[in-house]
């Protein structure tokens, strides 16, 4: 994390000839999380400790006309301090549970904050441990996570308690997609991949993304 060495960048510049590339995987996470939301969103609620991944994908959403509603003052200039005239005016405080159907959500949302949202709320984890699923009138996908290609062998057993047979956290991925490209550059400290190319290159290796749970509750 970024308090303990900088998502990695204190390690990689305690030892510059390292061989071995290092890579979070943040680029592979803000790709799935951005392909997780449904088409014709115009807008979500960003809540939960603000990480790498949570900055970036909040920066990809303003980019994309998707306009970024948080609820805290301290998150909120947190992110405005970063994202500056880049976030295209998408990004506002609200005092509002109910103002959006996506919540994007990490560590530090509490189960309060939870049981305001509104009945058939689509909850999407940013983080790398699973949300408390609190409502059953309400919506929640996997942490960012894919199904491995069927090619893939060895991966019957559950990577994690929450996450189904042979489906891979992206975190995970990111080191094996990284090898199988030959990419050179290491993925940490602040620095972000190319999205799109991270993603394009997953599919083109056989991962795939996940349904993500959107039919209608009566």
């Known amino acids: ?55 970036a994908v909040a920066f990809s959403l303003c980019q994309k006309g998707i306009q970024v509603t948080v609820l805290r003052e301290d998150e909120y200039e947190k992110l405005d301090k ?36 509104n009945k058939g709320t689509l909850f999407i984890p940013f983080s790398q441990f699973p949300l408390k699923n609190l409502r059953k009138d309400c919506f929640y996908h996997t942490t960012p996570a894919m199904q491995t290609p069927k090619a893939l062998e060895n991966v019957d057993s559950c990577e994690q308690n929450w996450l189904p ?27 972000i991949s190319n999205i799109d190319k991270v993603w394009e290159a997953c599919l083109k290796h056989g991962f795939q993304p996940l349904t993500v749970p959107t039919q209608s509750k009566s």
């Open 82 to 117: 970063s994202l500056g005239t880049k976030s295209e005016g998408k990004l506002v405080i609200s005092k509002s549970y109910s103002s959006c159907k996506v919540w994007l959500v990490g560590d530090d949302l509490t189960e309060e904050e939870q049981r305001k949202a």
């Open 165 to 191: 047979r042979r489906v891979m956290s992206v975190w995970r991925i990111a080191g094996i997609l990284h090898a199988l490209e030959g990419w050179e550059e290491h993925e940490c400290g602040d620095t």
């Open 1 to 55: 994390g970024k308090e303990l060495n900088r998502y990695g960048e204190v390690y990689v510049k305690k030892h510059p000839q390292l061989k071995v590339k290092l890579v979070d995987g943040s680029s592979l996470a803000v790709a799935v999380l951005l392909n997780s939301i449904p088409k014709g969103t115009t807008q979500v609620l960003l809540r939960g400790n603000l990480t790498k991944v949570a900055f």
